[in-house]
Each structure stands twice: as C-alpha cells, then as structure tokens.
C-alpha cells in the first residue's frame, strides 16, 4: 500500500497516510475538522538496486562505445541512404 502525503490549507497541519490506491482521498483534517486536508505531490520513496536495466548506465570509467551510424560506417538504414 502507498504512503500518502497530506496537508491542510486551512491550519497548516500535514501528515502522512497509508492509503490502498482504491481509497478514496481524505478531505477532513485530523486537526481542525475543517474540509481542507489534500493530497501533496511528493517524491517517491524507493531504490532501484540489483542487477537491472540501469546496470550499465555509465557504471564505469571507460565510456560505451556509440552506436554504429554514430560513427559513419553507414551500417545503419540512415548512413546507408545518404
């Protein structure tokens, strides 16, 4: 389940929900009863880690070498037209 981050416009007061995504938002803020409690835009709280699609992304000092039309071999459908 995602942690949801809250805050009222009304008192200031802000707080954090553990909320299934089917829930529906809260609106009464725990603090003044007012109905001004909304759902913030925060980052995301996770790590990628293991061996996945980003494992070779710049990892190491010594670069990638580029892609074969980037060098002007013309083994690609582009170099090969010009």
Known sequence: MPIYEY???SCG???EHLQKMADAPLTT????GKESY???LSAAGFQL???GWYATD???SKPASPPPCQ???GSCSSCAAS
């Open 7 to 9: 805050r009222c416009e």
């Open 13 to 15: 007061f802000q707080k």
């Open 29 to 32: 803020c725990p603090s003044c």
């Open 38 to 40: 909304a759902k913030q």
């Open 49 to 51: 880690k293991g061996s």
């Open 58 to 60: 710049f990892k190491g």
């Open 71 to 73: 060098t002007g071999e």
